[in-house]
């Protein structure tokens, strides 16, 4: 309440300005002192909404140095979204350091995932030329192949600065990896693992989780080259390489991870993909996609005699049955 009243008596006296100049040094002093993390966080979010862009940053990095100290970094992953927006409202400099110490917190309360997160909004934000581009694209990749929750590569491979870093030759190892995630199958991963065992280890990429989840991307890749189709557990158990009676559990978690949609038949052993997620869309899914569109045309072109000589046949049969209907009125 006091600092509420505060924020208002310096805003009434000088205006916004007059906020702006103290802003930081109270975000560093309430960072610093409070003994209740929740506190002084609504106390440093009223602040935040009250301060212009101009000190904005300097307010969230002392909400993101309570988080971390108070251990209530979760309460920040509600910012997460709305990152893009608000480093492009800061400016790249202040937005580098704010992404970086947030980065930092998500780390330290082991929250991964999100710290994945921050990294795209950085990269999507600031682009390819910001200092630290290569460095936040290149442990994207790793997270990716690391963190089993994530499986969407797209939003990784889809964004226009780390297509930039990685034509450049900027991501190295990094970007061997993401030609692997996106153009590979669980058997060629296995191939590149063995023979750049040394180079992955020290990248940080955990060759065993990076490989389950190469098999969830390679039966996505099954699934979706195979829609409507019956596809046996045989196959998908030799392309992953793993027993046939484990075929349902990777099923169950390709269907989980939201990559793979369909119906699986326990009698038959066979999975019938309804739905599945390219890993890229490129020319050759194009292809694919213009056949499908071209057969489905053909198709309803098929039916349309049938639906014709079926209207025609209704029509007779009512004409029929109001006739019988006529004649025994007239009785």
């Given at each position: 309440a006091a600092y509420n009243q505060l924020f208002a008596v310096v805003v009434g006296e000088g205006g916004s300005q007059a906020l702006d100049a103290a802003a930081?040094?109270?975000?560093?002093?309430?960072?610093?002192?409070?003994?209740s993390g929740v506190a002084g966080l609504r106390v440093l979010n009223n602040l935040y909404?009250?301060?212009?862009?101009?000190?904005?940053?300097?307010v969230f990095e002392g909400m993101v140095e309570l988080a971390a100290r108070t251990k209530s970094v979760a309460v920040l992953v509600s910012v997460v979204p709305r990152l893009v927006a608000m480093a492009n409202e800061w400016g790249v400099d202040a937005a580098t350091k704010a992404v970086l110490a947030l980065r930092a917190a998500f780390d330290g309360a082991q929250l991964g995932s999100e710290a994945y997160a921050v990294e795209l909004a950085y990269l999507e934000a600031v682009g390819a030329s910001g200092a630290h581009a290569a460095e936040l694209a290149g442990s994207a990749v790793v997270r990716f192949a690391n963190i089993s929750a994530v499986c969407d590569v797209d939003a990784l491979a889809g964004l226009a600065s780390v297509q930039e870093l990685h034509k450049a030759g900027k991501l190295g190892v990094a970007?061997?990896?993401?030609?692997?995630?996106?153009?590979?199958?669980?058997?060629?991963?296995?191939?590149?693992a063995k023979a750049n065992e040394q180079k992955l280890q020290e990248l940080g990429v955990d060759v065993g989780k990076a490989g389950d989840k190469m098999r969830l991307l390679t039966l996505a890749s099954i699934a979706a080259d195979r829609l409507g189709s019956d596809v046996p557990f045989a196959e998908i158990a030799a392309a992953i390489d793993v027993d046939i009676e484990d075929v349902?559990?990777?099923?169950?978690?390709?269907?989980?991870a939201g990559l793979v949609q369909g119906k699986m038949n326990q009698v038959m052993c066979t999975l019938v993909p309804t739905r599945s997620t390219y890993r890229t869309f490129g020319d050759d899914q194009w292809r694919v996609l213009q056949s499908r569109l071209h057969q489905w045309k053909e198709s309803l072109g098929?039916?349309?005699?049938?639906?014709?000589?079926a209207k025609l046949l209704?029509?007779?049969q009512a004409q029929q049955a109001g006739g019988q209907a006529h004649v025994t009125i007239k009785e």
């Open positions: 930081g040094g109270i975000a560093q002093d309430v960072a610093a002192t409070a003994t909404n009250l301060a212009t862009n101009g000190s904005r940053p300097a970007g061997e990896v993401l030609e692997q995630l996106l153009g590979s199958n669980y058997q060629q991963w296995q191939e590149y349902e559990v990777w099923i169950i978690d390709v269907v989980r098929a039916l349309q005699p049938v639906i014709h000589n209704a029509e007779q």
